[in-house]
């Protein structure tokens, strides 16, 4: 399809016509300002196509203001080498008239026409909208939408496929979506969309199995219903054959007739026990005479005995009598024996007495006399101690203050040696008689002096000679010197004495005094330890004990020397033993009068027993009753034979009939009558009760109420099997259907990716646009980059909706489809170097389609290599010729 | 010149599983009409008595209603019934007999043979040595007793049993309740009327069965009818006449569709059916789907004619012919849909690969039809 001109009138600005002619084949770049008309050029091509001609609602065609217009668009164009001239007045004329080659046609059918060729659909009423546009639509951009793809590919869908059928020789379904769509929905009626039953389906199934429960509830019951009619059955054929029978009446007479049995053995035992109680009496009374009898038979015999032990008694007396004699005298000799001990021993004892008194005054005669010797020694010793004390006393000096004098002297000595070795020596030797006086001294003979001070030596006659010792130290010797015999006096003066030697004289004396006193009171101590005085008391008390001890001895009778006396521990022994001899014999002594009397009493007691029995033996009663026991022991002896053997002839009645037995006889009769009443009664009880439960469970009719509920299930089951047969049908066929649909799709996608791929190795080499099933461009892959498309910036959407649509034109074409695409200032968002790649897009596709570009921006599109139609100079043109 | 009406097994209580809730109510409905007929009929005939040789009661548990109504349903022949346990509703402990007693329902004309007994009818000529059952299922011949009975002079001497005659009845009858096939001459009955076989059948000239009065099954042959009896003396041969009570009849067809014409046949004979009918179909072999089309329709009237029908086309193959497939006009990806489907299937697949096409085929043809208007 190639448009070649384009004429409007009375449309929007064009209220004059205006033509744009001279279209090429190829691109066509047409420009102009803002308002200069170009979006009206575009909108004039659109609503010559897409509006119907009658239509009331295309007002904005209508130029401003003037409501007398009739806006009118003349479009010719080729198609299959057919020149097709169309021409379409609105509102005031309303026609539309379009020729074909030779052929005419107008209105509604020029109309169609249009629409079979381009493929879009009309509006019913109104303004034709974005969704009527099909082919068209996509393949017109209008400014602004270039990026807004999907819209436009979904509204050309069914044009496209059926173009691209023809292309792939397959064939679409012409009503297959359809198809599909009421099966979906007849299948969602049936189940959801994960498959599972819904609605009646759902419900049948709930159904069945709820009818499948009551089933087996009712079956169940029927079966406890049949069961429960068995048992009553058996019941009543009990019951009745019981009654009928009366088998507790037998047991009834048997227990009548056991009792009587029993009765009569009760009897017997009754007797029995009498008969033994009689017994037991009449055996009581023979052991009683017999014990009379035996006790009379024995009195001889006990006669007989007593004699003997009456002898035995007396005799026993008689050995013990002729025993006393030896027994006294022993006792005489014991005490004998014991007297004598006992004054060995007595005087044992004083001679002991004695010789320790004796002893006692020895001893206290030496001790007075030590003591008296002492007391002498320590007077003396303490006269010594005395008189040392006095030396002591007299010759104290202090041993320190004289070893200090004799310091000083031993100075001094020292300094008047010094003095004399520096001091001027004065000697002289003077002719006797001679003299001189040194210093008021008068030197006669021969002398030698040392001077240490000025001295004047007065020579008689001659006058004085004036000495003054020379040398430095001798005034500081001299001084010294004065100072040491001061102190040394002083000292001296102290301790009281003239000299050194005296005061070592008195240390000596001193020392020698105090060792005596020690010594003296050493040897005092020896001999007084305490004191004397102690020693003097002592000394008296020893004298008083001596008194006392001597006094006692001689007031002791001095004992007999001329009998021998033994030793003290001696008479001591033979004491203890002959004590011991004499108890022994009192014991014995006593113990012998004892016996004496025991057996005297015995002898007498024996006798008197003895008497008794001779006495009573010589009774002639006892005669008489010894006879009669005889009589009357036979006679029970008889008695008791009787009985016992009646005893033993019952005890065997009473054994053979075994009362045990017929106790338990007895109990077990009974026994068999309440159980046989009892179950009777049970039996009863349990067929009333079941006659009133089978009559309640009859009313409810569990039978026919099974059976209809089984008719119910059974419809339930049918219903639902048609109903899964019929959902599992429709399973498979939608799945069927949307595979087939599915592999169709994918059969057409593939020229359309050929064509897609052809323009974006330009764009953008190594990129995939991958078509989806709906024929849109989808996902996007660039080196690593994945994403849909709509995920790209908009320029870069922009650039891919525009070889999008130029790949659905090229396959368009391939079809056989008319194609013209109109691009209304479209990649104003690109940059430079992606429109330069646009523009070589835009050249390859205009060498197989015709391109109508609208700009205002005329040089960003200088480098097309066409020439621009610039519309304001064509209006100008227009207007000119209109003049002209 | 005593004469009686037999009939046996009323089954009341049944109801009908495999029919629709309508059609099953009509079908009980209609049982309880046949015992109103049967009273019709004794009126008719001019019978002494009714005999109903067992299973009055489809069950032991009947509700009461039911059993309220085979009562009331009597009323029209005011005669003598008398009417003996089989073994569905067996004489127990307790039974539906006992029940009905319990409930009055039983009317003095009524006579419940629920002991093994003779009773008298003298009036009307009639010793009825009865044979109820009184256990569910009894593996001795209950017949034998009626050697012993010994019944009034002039009497006619008529037996009534229910159970299967030995050796006679095709094997699938139970093997319980046996009867003697001679046992009318060995017992010296003029007639034994028995029940338990729902198709008329005569045993032999002194034996019968009657056969249910109403069919409630497709397998039995010769149902609904009752027989009028007439013995005109004690050992005389009895007169017995077959009288059609049924109001429907069953028809169980099992075809096979191999060809064109198959189909024409079945739809002829179909339509050749009188409308008190229940009629299951199950059709076998194959189809094309013009013929499919044509059944559907004939069902579809058929419903509306008849009491019930009811058609199993599982086992009936879809088969479009090219033509079929041609007229649908299915082109694209549903034309790949219709060819896949008309692939030979395994198993399931198969039947739900048709119900698949028909359902298509269905959509199609509306499509194609809202097209064309």
Known sequence: MKLQRMRVEQLRQFRKPFVLDNLQPGLNLI???????????????RAAFFERYRSTAVDDLRPWGDSAAAPTIELSFEHQDKPWRLTKSFLQRKRCDLTIGTDSYSEDDAEEKLAELMGYQYPKRG?????????????????????????????????????????????????????????????????????????????????????????AELNDRITKYQEQVDRLGKLSQDFERAEAERPWEDAQRQLEQTREHYQQVAQLEQQQSQEKATLAQLQQNHRLLQQNRDHLENLSNQLVARKAELDKAEQALSLAEQQTPALIKGLGDAKAAYESAEKHLKLARLLETRGRLEQDVQRLEQRKQTLTQNLTKAREYQQQVD??????????????????????????????????????????????????????????????????????????????????????????????????????????????????????NRLAAFDSAHRALTHAEELLKTVAPDST?????????????????????????????????????????????????????????????????????????????????????QNPERQQQLKQLSADLADIERQTAQLQTSLEQRERDIRDARPDL????????????????????????????????LEAWGAEGLEEQLNEQQAELEQCSR???????????????????????????????????????????VLFPQATLEVDEHLRPGTFIRGTELG?????????????????????????????????????????????????????????????HQILLFTCHPEKWQDLGVPPVDIQALKEGAAGAART | MPRFLHTADWQMGRSYSRFDSEDGAALVEARFQAIEKLAQLANEHQCDAVLVAGDVFDAQTVSDRTLRRVFNATQGFAGPWVMLPGNHDAALAESVWTRAVRLGAVPDNVHLALEPVVINLQPQGLAILCAPLTQRHTYGDLTEAFSGYDSTQGLVRIGLAHGSVQGLLSDDIDATNPIAPERAEASRLDYLALGDWHGTKQINPRTWYSGTPEPERFRNNEAGNALIVTVTEPGAVPEVTQIATGR??????????????????????????????????????????????????????????????????????????????????????VGEVIDALRQPQQGDHSQTARDALAILAGLLKDQGQEASQ
């Open chain 2, 248 to 333: 429907y009849q069953w028809h169980q067809w099992r075809e096979t569709l191999a060809v064109e014409s198959d189909l024409d046949q079945l739809l002829q004979r179909l339509q050749a059916l009188p409308e008190p009918s229940v009629v299951d179909l199950r059709l076998e072999g194959s189809i094309t789907l013009a013929g499919e089309e044509r059944l559907l329709s004939a069902l579809s009237v058929a419903e509306a004619r008849f009491r019930s029908i009811r058609c199993e086309r599982s086992g009936l193959q879809l088969e479009p012919t090219d033509d079929d497939i041609a007229a649908l006009k299915a082109d694209g990806y």
């Open chain 1, 719 to 761: 219903r639902y099997q048609e109903l899964h047969r019929r959902a599992q049908a429709l399973g498979l066929l939608l799945t069927l259907l949307t595979e087939k649909r599915q592999a169709l799709t994918r059969r057409l996608q593939a020229p359309l990716q050929k064509h897609l791929n052809h323009y974006l190795s």
């Open chain 1, 533 to 617: 005085d102690q020693l003097v008391s002592e000394h008296k008390e020893v004298e008083s004990e001596l008194q006392t001890a001597t006094h006692q001895l001689q007031a002791m009778a001095r004992p007999d020397q001329t009998s021998p006396v033994p030793a003290m521990a001696e008479a001591e022994a033979a004491f203890t033993s002959a004590s011991q001899v004499l108890d022994k014999a009192e014991v014995s002594e006593r113990r012998h009068q004892a016996e004496l009397l025991t057996l005297k009493q015995a002898r007498d007691s024996a006798r008197a027993e003895w008497q008794r029995l001779a006495d009573e033996e």
């Open chain 1, 31 to 45: 420009h102009g300002p803002n308002e200069s008309g170009k979006s009206t050029l575009v909108r004039a091509i």
């Open chain 1, 788 to 848: 849909q498309m709509a995920e790209l910036s908009f320029g870069a959407r922009e650039q891919m909706g525009l070889i999008s649509r130029l790949a659905y034109a090229d396959l368009l074409l391939e079809a056989g489809r008319p194609t013209l695409v109109i691009l209304d200032d479209t990649l104003v968002h690109s940059d430079q170097e992606r429109l330069e790649d646009m523009k070589r897009i835009l050249f390859d596709a205009a060498s197989r």
């Open chain 1, 127 to 215: 303004v034709s909208k974005a969704e009527h546009w099909g082919i068209p639509g996509l393949l017109w951009v209008e400014q602004g939408t270039g990026q807004d793809l999907e819209q436009s590919v979904e509204h050309a869908g069914d044009h496209l496929k059926s173009a691209l059928n023809s292309l792939v020789g397959e064939v679409a379904s012409s009503g297959g979506d359809g198809v599909i769509e009421a099966v979906r929905a007849q299948r969602d009626i049936l189940l959801t969309g994960t498959g599972k039953p819904r609605g009646d389906y759902l419900q049948l199934d709930k159904d069945r199995i709820q009818h499948e429960q009551d089933i």
């Open chain 1, 662 to 693: 017929l106790r338990q006889d007895i109990e077990r009769y009974q026994n068999t009558i309440n159980n046989l009443r009892q179950s009777q009664e049970a039996r009863g009880r349990e067929l009333r009760d079941i006659k009133v439960r």
């Open chain 1, 387 to 504: 008189h040392a004390r006095t030396q002591v006393r007299e010759n104290r000096i202090d041993a320190d203050q004289v070893k200090q004098l004799k310091k000083t002297e031993h100075q001094l000595a020292e300094e008047t040696i010094r003095s004399r070795t520096i001091a001027t020596r004065l000697s002289w030797q003077l002719e006797p008689g001679a003299s001189l006086t040194l210093n008021q001294q008068l030197l006669q003979g021969q002398g030698e002096q040392q001077l240490l001070e000025e001295s004047s030596l007065t020579v008689p006659g001659v006058g004085t000679l004036a000495i003054t010792p020379g040398g430095d130290e001798l005034a500081s010797t001299r001084r010294r010197l004065t100072g040491l015999q001061q102190t040394f006096d002083e000292q001296s003066k102290a301790l009281g004495v003239d000299s050194v030697e005296q005061a070592e």
